[in-house]
């Protein structure tokens, strides 16, 4: 059964073999049903009776989408700006609200400094915010950090440019 | 040049990541769910890492709910036997390969980064057919 996107998109699946033969169709109709196996398989729209309670009941457990976070820095510091204070509380919430959580923390810089400082200041700059969490009471075990320097920046700039978007960590929760 | 403010000692770009093998997480589970590793069979639990070639299997009562590195979602129904025989990803590239296989039972799948990466780059094989998932949210339901 295939289904609309929650972005309101609407992707596909294509039957590449069936019944052991290769095969070339494409499921691409949302709110559809196909019953597999045969080469050219029959897809049916779900009309209205809709989903199945089954069907509704595994929909509902699926885990919630993962959610990100923006913290932004001053300028060559660890130091977050004082808007991006308020974000960590958010983060806190989210991450305690989850079923078996999971946190990625990746750190940024912008161009001002040589390239192998903004690596180490990256990485300084998600291993805070993961000391941070830490003394939240989040297990270690469920949070990752690494830096990225200034190889990918939120807005292109030349080099040694100072900008205040691209001094961030990125933080995403699933 | 700028100096850096900073406590050094800091010798490695990338900091070790604690679980590199870790393909999933699990999320939630309900009534008898389990996980089949190299013949040990491991009570699913919320937070349990999977690895790849783990089997999922619940029971009549049973459901288990889990997240993948690249984003991809899979709820498990009742009474079935998923494993994930394929899971290859590299975060930073945001691109990868994944075959799940659906032997019984229903899956609930909203696919991730690795479907997005390339053209058939997730596939769902069940006993009669191999699907290619691009982009997308759909159910999975094998008959006994």
Known sequence: MLLPDDGGGQGSVAVLEAGGQPADA?????NSRTKL????????????KGLRKEEAALLTS????????????????????????????????????RSGPEVEVTGHT??????????????????????????????????S?????EREPKLATADNVDSAANRRVEVLVR | MLRLPLGLGLAALFAASPALADIARIKTT????????????????????????????????????????????????????VSVSEFQYDRTRQKGTMLTQVDR?????????????????????TP??????RGTKFIVDVDK
């Not at chain 1, 196996?37 to 209205?48: E, H």
């Not at chain 2, 899956?107 to 997730?122: P, Q």
């Open chain 1, 145 to 149: 950090a690494v830096g990225r320097g």
């Open chain 1, 62 to 97: 699926l885990p919630p989408p993962a959610k990100s976070f923006t913290l932004y820095f001053q300028q060559g510091t660890t130091t977050l700006v004082p808007d991006s204070v308020n974000v960590l509380a958010a983060l806190r919430q989210e991450i305690a609200a």
């Open chain 1, 26 to 30: 494409v499921i691409a109709a949302g």
């Open chain 1, 37 to 48: 196996g045969d080469a050219t398989p029959a897809t049916k729209p779900l009309g209205g």
């Open chain 2, 105 to 125: 039972g229903s899956l609930a799948v909203v696919s991730g980064k690795i479907a997005k990466s390339d053209r058939d780059a997730m596939k769902v094989r």
């Open chain 2, 30 to 81: 309900s009534g008898a769910a389990a996980i089949e590793r190299g013949g040990q069979k491991l009570k699913a639990a919320p937070g349990l890492t999977l690895q790849k070639g783990d089997k999922l299997v619940t029971g009549k009562d049973g459901r288990m709910s889990l997240t993948f590195v690249d984003n991809t979602r899979f709820a498990l129904g009742p009474n079935s036997s």
């Open chain 1, 110 to 143: 912008d161009t001002v400094g040589s390239q192998e400082d903004n690596d180490r200041l990256s990485v300084s700059r998600a291993e805070e915010v993961m000391n941070w969490l830490a003394g939240q009471g989040f297990d270690r075990s469920v949070m």
């Open chain 2, 128 to 133: 009669n057919t191999l699907l290619g998932v």
